[in-house]
């Protein structure tokens, strides 16, 4: 299945921040979350694993209360069940999540 980034929809995250789906399928699912200077992914847990993988900008990024800062090229492994959450720290700070099995919320 192709997913064309240009023209997938996105919904609001949280303020001034933005998801968009960007492919599913068996038990995968990755999206891109888009953030303004200051956003905050609130923190949170699910039974989902996640790997966040930092496309553009940086983030303050809180992992079970290891708070370090991330950047362009850094990634992040997020068991099931932990805690996590980021803040923006430069406009346009673009994060790709992808989650095993798929966040049938998110659809």
Do not use: C, W
């Not at 001034?16 to 990755?30: D, F, N, Q, V």
Request: negative net charge.
């Amino acid at each position: 299945m192709f997913y064309f980034g240009n023209k997938e929809n996105s919904v609001e995250a949280g303020e001034g921040a933005k998801r968009k789906l960007l492919g599913r399928g068996g038990s995968l699912m990755m999206t891109e979350v888009s953030f303004q200077k200051d956003a905050i992914g609130a923190i949170h847990s699910h039974p989902h694993e996640q790997v966040s993988y930092i496309v553009q900008g940086s983030f303050e990024f809180n992992l079970d209360g290891n708070v370090q800062q991330v950047v362009k090229g850094d990634s992040i492994y997020i068991p099931s069940n932990t805690l996590h959450g980021v803040k923006a720290l430069e406009d346009d700070s673009i994060i790709l999540d992808v989650f095993t099995p798929q966040r049938e919320d998110f659809l």
